[in-house]
């Protein structure tokens, strides 16, 4: 159903996308300023050795721009439930000035290829759209780096991620992914909107290495502490 929020929050006048108060000629980004300024920013730091002990062995680095809190739930919620695909214009940009601090700091070469978290036929039809994706390719853009679309696929239409314990996160992403192409010698960053348990990002990290990849990141817009309440 359309609420009064989100006709609101769409108005081509613009409004805030947190606090839904109409925007100042000087803001661009989709939020004004006091809500633009409290964000939960994360700072520009790896995040994989704070996963599971199974996680260590794919992937190299987890970088996530904002922590789980009640603005960037409030954020994801709509972009991923209440259809709002717009939100990409704004997400995308907050999670690429992260990515930049990031590699400057670790003083790294950006990855050959972006590639997004795969989501079922079934639940892509029923969004009608990958936010992953979406991420993926605003991401890919902005950073000048190749989008590969369709490199990862899900197998199977497992239960949905964000209902389970962190334990049956694991045991379902076991072998869940494919990489449908040769990645021989390439470095890969997986796009997703929120990284949990890192079940998700591990598996794919697994499918793409098991078709060459040199090393795989994960870039995420949030990440939920283990005993974050409310998690997606």
């Known amino acids: 159903m359309v609420t009064f929020r989100n006709l609101f929050a769409k108005l081509p006048v613009g409004g805030c996308w947190l606090c839904l108060m109409p925007l100042k000629a000087t803001e661009h980004h989709g939020f004004c300023r006091a809500c633009f300024t409290d964000l939960p920013r994360l700072p520009p730091a790896c995040l994989h050795w704070r996963g599971d002990r199974r996680a260590q062995s794919y992937g ?32 995308a940009p907050l999670m690429s000035a992260h990515l930049i601090a990031c590699y400057q700091k670790y003083q790294l070469p950006w990855p050959d290829l972006v590639v997004a978290m795969p989501m079922t036929r079934k639940r892509w039809q029923h969004r009608g759209y990958n ?35 962190r334990q049956q996160r694991w045991q379902s992403m076991q072998n869940a992914m494919h990489c449908t192409r040769d990645v021989s010698g390439l470095t890969v960053a997986v796009v997703d909107d929120v990284l949990t348990s890192g079940a998700s990002v591990t598996a ?27 998690r997606l």
Do not use: M, N
């Open 131 to 165: 936010q992953a994706g979406l991420l993926a390719r605003a991401i890919g853009t902005q950073l000048q780096i190749p989008y590969g679309v369709g490199l990862l696929r899900r197998l199977r239409d497992e239960a949905k991620q964000h209902k389970l314990s």
């Open 60 to 91: 190299r680095h987890w970088f996530a721009a904002l922590a789980w809190q009640a603005e960037s739930k409030r954020l994801v919620q709509q972009f991923k439930f209440q259809r709002a695909p717009e939100l990409v214009r704004w997400l």
């Open 204 to 230: 794919a990290a697994a499918a793409l290495q098991r078709r060459g990849a040199k090393t795989v990141d994960a870039w995420t817009l949030c990440y939920t502490e283990p005993h974050a309440a409310g």
